[in-house]
RNA sequence: GGGCCAGUGGUCUAGUGGUUAUGACGCUGCCCUUACAAGGCAGUGGUCGGCGGUUCGAAUCCGCCCUGGCCCACCA
């Protein structure tokens, strides 16, 4: 008998659907378990990194749920931003320049809801119990009109304000960029040494990647320690090409030893120019345009070049007129935009700002408040609070997001902010509250719109009905958990405690929940070029929804993991186990009404499965409640496996055939705890079994709307001498399979020795081993000879300290028979007795007989071949 | 340059002071035992990255170093 895991995947996952088992009911606030799922972007198809993810914040939802938890686990979907606009402007061929605003605007909105049908298909068939009752997406004008919303009381506060000063520019995306979406990447490039000349011919040599801004340079600084300072400083020298005259100063932060240790200051190259022209207050000279293309203050030729296309131009100017001394290759780390990589600018250019700084405290104190799993990703939010330096820049030159919701007056520059009751509003499109400025100016519409993270660091307001219905806020918020990836730590985490923080006083969430990335097979990063790029979809069709979800839960929470196929492979495995398991308990309660009562008598074997169930429950429980789901599935699986299939089923099967209240209770209540507490990890195989052999008996409507497992309790001593009993089965398994004795094939005679009495279990024993004729050797019928003595380590040590190795040394040594004698030694004038400190190793002979030995850990089988 | 994480049989991996270091994959041998041969049983295989320290005892704690990954950082 077999089962087509593709076909009850479909099945269950339409019927899940059609009877809205995830769905969140608004009107059960009591017992919410809230996730703020990562509304995925939706710019293209998921990969194995999100299949991984959204399938471990799955794990959460489900384990949840079970718990009785009204979960709220919404399907939601990222749509703003660049990226999209980037996908439509390489799909149609045009840049959204060329086109008319809003029409463009238009283009992108259908190109992600193809791809938000698509995703949603895709989370189905990985079976994610997303609740599409609580849909949103974060361009749609009820998501948009929060954003605003969100914006205009920060506003009035006086957090936000209009700014003109440098910000980092993306010249290919013509936007203003945060400082959390430069990303820093390691790039070649050559260091020029330039010769500027001073009046007297001292040879001064400046070393400069950036040539080009030559024409920018108004000043010249050298570190205080340098030699020659007391020579240069206060004098002039005289730029080459442009023949300026600039002032040469000394400043601390210059290292003598790069380059020449002379640098030259010009607008704006890096950051460095940027404090530098602060500190002496220059002019602001812009080199560069927005588009990333020289500006006339260069002059010559170089005036509307590109960049790169303007160094190489004035490196062969400079070189014609002897001026360059040398040039070397050095690597340096250049800003780039984090979406196109192209390398960032700094460019001066109004924008708006949301203060940051006043605030880090304040986010680190919010921080603090809540769990982090794992602990060590707060560190990353700390590194990245304490090294900001700028407020955040909210205000994007670019189309496809939010609007930013205000007007200004033509004349007197005064703002208007948009009604909140008006919201949500386009100012490019929708009138101004007021028709004229109070000094009776025009009112300009804002062009400009928010960055994306403005709208997704609301995720937690929006999903708890913020500023819409006050009792759900109430109990809807903190959410109880934040799942998300290390990689934007910087930016959603950090703006969303910022934001919500600032908003309503209180933290976002309580849990914060951090997933690593998914490697390729090798360890090393996916990527297109390299061919090694995993495709989930692919995956799952090829070994369905289960195994890829087996996988994912072998991963470990925070950090990277390498996808791993034959993870896969042992998800189609369990599976199997599982369900042959399963199939096997559900038939053995065939017949049965409801669920099984516990009787009042249960074997030992009953209470030894039992004391390991409660085990692992117990264990599985504590890990998921600290969403260590890597370390509950495999508990969970073990336990099927290793000791619910291979051990207690064998010795339980006698006992099954005669319809044994207790075996069936045991195996009823292990069986079906064992399914639920897989549930969660692989929800299509387990909902199969639920359905088939245990709803009739206990009657919820599907597996992952049932109870979670609870610890039942056990009889200690029973469940050791259960333990024995099982060992005593595997002990002859073992002997027969050694010595070539097929496994149904009764055993005539055999003994026990142990020192648990195992003579009220012979039926337990004899049943599943088809021992004949069992004995239980009395002590005089067995001689035993010693062959050895172990230190007890954990007895000696705490006991003895020091002298420890004096102990461990003698039983080591002595003759073992010496030892059972009573040897004592003398330890620091105390008389101690060796055998108290030692395990004694036998060597049993039975009846004056040679005979084979099974030794384990709680008994001894003695067993003889038949002749 | 700073920070974080990791380094355990051929491969992947569990294990935050106490007997003989866990399990999986692989490999070898045996077994169709009536839930499962994509299964079961047994075996093979490890100087726990290196050096030093603390301790009676270290894969585990401390220090230094090496290797890999990630995050952060202005070297013109």
Redesign the pocket.
């Given at each position: 008998?077999g089962y087509d895991q593709k076909d009850l995947e479909a099945r269950w996952q339409d019927w899940w659907e059609a009877e809205e088992i995830y769905r969140f009911d608004p009107e059960k606030l009591e017992n919410v378990y809230s996730i703020d799922n990562p509304p995925r972007y939706a710019s293209g198809g998921l990969h194995i990194g999100h299949a991984t993810h959204y399938t471990h914040i799955d794990f959460a939802a489900r384990y949840h749920r079970m718990h009785g938890n009204n979960v709220f686990f919404p399907l939601c979907f990222d749509v703003n931003g660049i990226p999209i606009e980037e996908r439509v402007e390489r799909k149609y061929g045009l840049t959204r320049k060329e086109i008319e605003r809003h029409e463009f605007v238009k283009m992108c909105e259908e190109f992600a809801e193809n791809n938000i049908g698509e995703m949603t298909r895709q989370f189905k068939i990985l079976g994610e119990s997303m609740d599409p009752s609580i849909f949103y997406q974060t361009n749609a004008e009820y998501y948009r009109r929060l954003t605003q919303i969100s914006f205009i009381r920060l506003f009035d506060r006086g957090l936000v304000y209009k700014g003109e000063r440098p910000i980092n520019w993306c010249p290919r995306c013509m936007t203003a960029m945060a400082?959390a979406e430069?990303?820093?990447r390691p790039r070649k490039t050559q260091?020029n040494y330039i010769h500027f000349s001073l009046d007297d011919g001292f040879p001064l040599v400046i070393?400069?990647?950036?040539p080009e801004l030559l024409a920018t340079c108004q000043m010249i600084a050298i570190s205080p320690d340098d030699d020659r300072a007391d020579k240069l400083v206060g004098r002039k020298a005289t730029t080459p090409i442009y023949n300026r005259e600039v002032e040469i100063v000394a400043d601390e932060?210059?290292?003598?030893?790069?380059?020449?240790?002379?640098?030259?200051i010009c607008s704006i190259?890096?950051?460095?120019d940027l404090e530098w022209i602060n500190k002496y207050d220059l002019n602001l000279e812009i080199a560069i345009d927005e588009s990333g293309h020289m500006t006339d203050i260069v002059g010559y030729e170089l005036e509307g070049m590109e960049v790169p296309r303007a160094r190489i131009v004035m490196l062969d100017r400079l070189s014609s007129s002897g001026l360059i001394e040398r040039a070397e290759d050095?690597e340096?780390?250049?800003g780039a935009c984090w979406r196109c990589h192209h390398p960032m600018e700094f460019i001066v250019k109004p924008q708006w700002f949301l203060k940051t700084m006043p605030f880090k405290e304040q986010v680190m104190e919010a921080a603090n408040d809540m769990r982090w799993f794992p602990e060590?990703m707060k560190?990353?939010l700390k590194?990245?609070v304490d090294?900001l330096q700028w407020d955040w820049v909210v205000s994007r030159q670019r189309y496809f997001a939010t609007p930013i919701p205000l007007w200004e007056c033509e004349e007197c520059g005064e703002v208007v902010i948009a009604r909140e009751d008006d919201c949500y509003v386009d100012p490019t499109i929708d009138t101004p509250p007021q028709a004229k400025c109070s000094c009776g100016g025009s009112l300009i519409g804002c062009e400009d719109v928010f960055d994306t993270w403005m709208d997704s660091s609301i995720s937690p307001l929006y999903n708890t009905f913020w500023e819409r219905d006050e009792k759900l806020f109430n109990a809807l918020y903190p959410m109880s958990l934040r799942p998300q990836a290390?990689?934007i730590?910087?930016t959603w985490a950090f703006y969303t405690i910022l934001r919500d923080t600032l908003l309503t006083g209180e933290k976002p969430f309580k849990d914060i929940m951090m997933d690593g990335?998914i490697l390729s097979e090798d360890?090393t990063?996916m990527h297109a070029s390299k061919g090694n790029v995993i495709d989930p979809i692919g995956v799952l069709e090829e070994h369905g929804a289960d195994a890829l979800r087996y996988y994912a839960a072998n991963c470990?929470l925070g950090?990277?993991n390498?996808f791993?196929m034959?993870d896969v492979t042992?998800g189609?495995?369990l599976c199997?186990?599982l369900f042959?398991?399963s199939?096997?308990i559900g038939n053995s309660l065939e017949g049965l009404e409801g669920a099984p009562e516990r009787p009042s008598e249960l074997r030992p074997t009953d209470h030894w499965i039992l004391s390991e169930f409660d085990a692992v429950v117990s264990k599985a429980t504590a890990s998921c409640e600290e969403y260590r789901f890597d370390?509950a599935m495999?508990e969970a699986e073990?336990f099927l496996?290793?000791q619910l299939?291979?051990h207690y089923?064998?010795l339980i099967?006698h006992r099954v055939r005669e319809n044994d209240p207790a075996a069936l209770y045991t195996l009823y209540t292990v069986g079906l705890g064992t399914v639920k507490l897989i549930a969660p990890f692989l929800p299509h195989i387990t909902e199969e079994c639920y359905q088939s052999w245990y709803k009739d008996h206990e009657g919820a409507k599907s597996v992952h709307v049932s109870s979670w497992p609870v610890e039942l309790g056990f009889d200690a001593d029973a469940a050791k001498k259960g333990e024995a009993v099982s060992q005593v089965a595997?002990a002859v398994?073992?002997w027969k399979?050694?010595n070539?004795v097929?496994?149904?094939q009764p055993v005539e005679t055999a003994g026990i020795v142990s020192e648990i009495d195992l003579s009220d279990c012979i039926s337990d024993i004899t049943g599943p081993t088809s021992i004949q004729d069992l004995q239980f050797p009395s002590s005089d019928e067995i001689e035993t000879k010693p062959t050895g003595a172990?230190p007890?380590?954990?007895l000696?040590?705490?006991e003895f300290?020091?002298d420890?190795?004096m102990i461990i040394g003698a039983i080591q040594s002595e003759d073992p028979v010496a030892i059972i004698g009573g040897r004592t030694i003398d330890v620091g004038g105390k008389e101690v007795v060796l055998k108290d400190y030692a395990?004694i190793q036998v060597s049993t002979v039975y009846k004056g007989e040679a005979v084979d030995t099974e030794e384990e850990e709680l008994v001894t089988v003695i067993l003889t071949k038949n002749e």
């Open positions: 008998m400082d430069v990303e820093h260091l070393a400069t990647t950036r932060k210059v290292d003598p030893n790069f380059g020449t240790g002379v640098v030259m190259g890096d950051r460095d050095i340096q780390n250049v060590f560190i990353r590194d990245w090294s290390h990689d730590i910087r990335f360890g990063p470990a950090e990277d390498a791993r034959k042992r189609t495995r199997r186990k042959n398991v199939s096997f370390v495999r073990y496996w290793h299939a291979d089923l064998e099967k595997a398994r073992r399979s050694e070539g097929a496994l149904n172990k007890k380590f954990d000696i040590g705490p300290r020091g420890a190795g395990d």
